[in-house]
């Protein structure tokens, strides 16, 4: 039973209620890309977990989007694996295609909305082994895969994200060396992959648009929030400012990152978590000087990350001088307990209405994520979903925030405040 919600926070009408996935995370076998032969390598998944079969959705999708469908939402974020639609250079595999167009029609027929992601992280093997995208030209081997599932699947798809999180993307791969190709340090690296992105992006969209002119197109940019600690203090206030300048930095045009992406974009795509208080450190050098710190007296995900909702109206709001829609591509918390993401979704989604009323034209949430899933180096440790898997036997069984959502989905309203 899903009880009614009568409050007057209400959403926009069409808002989108809906949870993000992507290919490598959820659908299993994906064998033929980077991260499958990464997670192969000793001491790189927490607890030596590989991707394996994951939560079986490659198979399991009309299951699981029924699911979805029960939760109430209208859409659903999924993404098209690259190294399956196209195994080796420029040779296109018709039967991954028919598969994804099964899947998005699958979508269509449950009542959700697809918003399909084109690149979320993982690459085929052969594109991996030229160097990926820090190779000069990268950008070009990415757009023959996108022209292909443009001119296949285009007609059942008008909302398009290019990119998954450029700067986490290439921090993670060529700073911290904590995700395929496992590169420390490596700032020229970064930089080209930084650059690489940028153009891969650019050029999508205007594939995208070529043959789709009305669909909507965007990137997802992961914003983590940063707050001087000492808000009265220069350098914490300096140090919060570089590190968001670094967040928000896209090379090519030596301009913000977010300033460049929205030229060309039709919308903003926000994935925000967390974040953290920064203190300028005199002795710490080897971290630029910072110290980075929870706020005090809230709660903590499994993840170590504090849980602060109001971090997302301040996120949103700052994306109001772009004056573009903007969807929350990604946010959730990596929670066991789901208690803590019971109380989580409505704060959060209460700050989502409140930046709504200081007029940022948010037109979607997208909660991160449906099912417990494989999650990168952490593997299946973290659990973001509002569905529990058994691990032996794939069985789903939803978590009680799944009938929160249901609740606020339903409704397209939050409860009053203090109910
Ligand atoms: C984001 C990723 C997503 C998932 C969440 C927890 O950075 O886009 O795939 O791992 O974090």
Request: aromatic share 12%; charged share 25%.
């Amino acid at each position: 039973m899903i009880a009614r919600v009568t409050g007057s926070r209400s959403f926009p009408p069409g808002f989108l209620w809906a949870n993000a996935t992507a290919a490598h995370q959820v659908e299993g076998n994906n064998t033929n890309s980077d991260w499958w032969a990464f997670e192969r390598q000793q001491g790189r998944i927490h607890g030596g977990d590989v991707s394996g079969l994951a939560v079986d959705h490659y198979n399991r999708y009309r299951e699981d989007f029924a699911l979805l469908r029960k939760q109430r939402n209208n859409s659903h974020r999924l993404s098209i694996e690259w190294s399956r639609v196209e195994p080796s250079r420029g040779e296109f595999d018709s039967r991954q295609l028919r598969h994804y167009r099964d899947v998005l029609g699958e979508l269509r027929e449950q009542g959700l909305s697809p918003m399909l992601t084109l690149h979320h992280f993982s690459n085929p093997l052969w594109f991996a082994a030229k160097g990926g995208w820090a190779a000069p030209g990268a950008h070009e081997v990415f757009l023959p895969f996108v022209r292909r599932v443009v001119e296949e699947l285009g007609d059942l798809v008008s909302l398009w994200v290019t990119i998954n999180e450029p700067n986490i993307y290439a921090t993670q791969g060529w700073i911290f060396g904590s995700w395929p190709p496992g590169r420390r340090n490596d700032i020229r690296g970064l930089w080209r992959v930084l650059g690489n992105l940028r153009l891969g992006h650019e050029a999508a969209y205007q594939a995208i648009k070529e043959r789709l002119p009305d669909a909507a197109v965007g990137l997802a940019h992961n914003k983590f929030w940063l707050v001087p600690a000492r808000p009265g203090n220069p350098l914490d206030r300096v140090a919060a400012q570089t590190g968001h300048r670094m967040m928000d930095f896209w090379p090519v045009a030596g301009r913000r990152m977010l300033r460049t992406v929205a030229a060309s974009s039709d919308f903003i795509g926000l994935n925000h978590y967390s974040g953290r208080l920064v203190r300028f450190d005199p002795l710490r050098p080897g971290s630029q000087f910072v110290r980075q710190l929870n706020p005090p007296g809230y709660p903590v995900s499994d993840f170590g990350d504090a849980v602060k909702p109001d971090w997302m109206r301040d996120a949103l709001l700052d994306l109001k001088q772009f004056s573009k829609p903007v969807y929350v591509t990604e946010s959730g918390i990596a929670a066991e307990d789901d208690e803590l993401r019971q109380r989580f979704l409505p704060e959060v989604l209460g700050e989502v209405w409140a930046a709504i009323q200081k007029g940022v034209d948010v037109r979607g949430f997208y909660h991160w994520t449906s099912m417990d899933n494989f999650e990168w180096a952490h593997g299946y440790r973290m659990k973001f979903g509002m569905i529990a898997v058994d691990p032996k036997t794939l069985e789903r069984t939803p978590k009680p925030s799944s009938a929160l959502f249901a609740r606020f989905a339903q409704a397209n309203a939050l409860p009053e405040a203090a109910e």
